[in-house]
């Protein structure tokens, strides 16, 4: 069972990246997918969240309006799409399984990417 995450990059304040999230090695039905962020020398933070089943989205406040998740349950990918990036949004960002209903903390989810690094600078 393996998580693969691709798509960081560096962009400018205002750009847009789109992050994809491979699961492969089971089939995700009943999880539950996220993307969290780690800035450097900060905890692990919560982005968005996906039901794996009906699709519904959940993102945090403080992407609303500029991030959009989804999924695509026949290439079983999950994918983040970033519009407006601030220097804020500067991070990794991991993908996350869990098969324990749906949450917005990192302990409670068990299978983890390896990250891909977004950098926003001027």
Known sequence: VQLQASGGGSVRPGGSLQLS????????????MAWFRQAPGKE?????????????????????????ISRD?????????????????????YCAATDGGSSIRSYDYELWGQGTLVTVSS
């Open 21 to 32: 999230c491979i699961a492969s090695g089971r089939t995700f039905r009943g999880y539950n």
């Open 73 to 93: 349950s026949v290439k079983n990918t999950v994918s983040l799409r970033m519009t407006s990036l601030q220097p804020e949004d500067t991070g990794v960002y």
């Open 44 to 68: 692990r933070d919560f982005v968005a969240r996906i039901s794996w089943n009906t699709g519904i989205p959940y993102v945090d406040d403080s992407v609303k309006g500029r991030f959009t």
